[in-house]
């Protein structure tokens, strides 16, 4: 008897273990990420991360793996008090011409001014899918949960909770989606003042500098992406954990609509879907479908 626990023991443990190498949760920065530029203007130990932007220098980190499915999530406290010019960023992308990407980038402010919450969407080299919010909160007040959930259904970005926008897999009517290609996840401070703020008309006040945005309690859990043969692992029901595959998670619930479509009535400021003078009519064709 005491050989048969034993063995099964270790059968729950290797199962364990099996699903361990799928996804990681918690993530330590300095563990998982690397530093793509400004090394010397960054700081991460553990859970925590500290992005420095000055006129000499941005910084930015990526993590080591890539994900295809899953839930990415970062606490977030943004540049206080003067941060016109300035852009942090956190994201998910592929590399090359044809790159899916899923974008949230918080565009900085004159003081007494809001943050822009500016989302996008790349898939196979597509772009062009902006919307924006106004915060219903102070960003730079203590950290907020920024959270991209996304599986072969829809794509969700989060804030504390709150869905705010969806995109909805029309891969089957030629409308391109993102889910053949491993993103890895990065975030960045630097420098957009041509554009960032107020279309560039308001520019960084580097007597201002060091600009400092924070991180904490980065998690993904998510399928770890092992090359092509991860498009169908990762999308398989019968492994345990994939649990993005669910159908309880292809669609938002009732009360997660109504708080969506309240935020998008009270705080959005840009949709991509209603500027019809910069397509000249010719709508991108996910416009007409229904995204939630």
């Not at 005491?2 to 023991?9: F, I, M, S, V, W």
């Not at 006129?55 to 930015?60: F, I, N």
């Not at 959930?149 to 029309?170: C, K, L, M």
């Amino acid at each position: 008897m005491a050989g048969l626990q034993a063995k099964t023991l270790m059968f729950v443990l290797a199962a364990a273990l099996a699903t361990l190498g799928r996804t990681f949760v918690e993530a330590d920065f300095s563990k998982n990420f690397i530093v793509t530029w400004g090394k010397d203007h960054m700081f991460m130990n553990g859970t925590n991360l500290r992005l420095v932007l000055d006129k000499s220098a941005g910084s930015a980190i990526k993590s080591k793996v890539a994900h295809l499915f899953g839930s990415v999530e970062m606490l977030i406290k943004l540049v206080p008090g003067n941060s016109a010019g300035t852009v942090a960023a956190y994201y998910l992308s592929s590399t090359g011409s044809t790159h899916d990407e899923i974008d949230f980038e918080f565009l900085g402010n004159a003081t007494g001014q809001p943050y822009t919450i500016h989302t996008n969407l790349y898939a196979q080299g597509k772009g062009n899918r902006e919307q924006q919010f106004r915060p219903w909160f102070n960003p730079t007040n203590g950290f907020h949960n920024y959270t991209v959930h996304w599986n072969p259904s829809e794509v969700v970005w989060f804030v504390d909770g709150t869905p705010i926008r969806v995109f909805r897999n029309y891969e089957s009517e030629g409308i391109a989606y993102p889910n053949k290609q491993g993103m890895k996840v990065f975030a960045s401070l630097w420098n957009a003042e041509d554009w960032a703020t107020q279309g560039g008309r308001v520019k960084t006040n580097w007597t201002l500098a060091p600009f400092v945005a924070e991180g904490r309690r980065y998690k993904a859990r998510a399928c770890l992406w092992k090359g092509s043969v991860s498009i169908k692992q990762c999308v398989d029901p019968t492994i345990r954990s994939n649990w993005w595959t669910s159908p309880s998670f292809s669609q938002l619930t009732a009360s997660q609509l109504t708080k969506m479509q309240k935020i998008r009535d009270g705080f959005m400021i840009y949709d991509y879907c209603k500027d019809t003078n910069r397509f000249k009519g010719v709508m991108p064709p996910e416009c007409s479908k229904k995204q939630f």
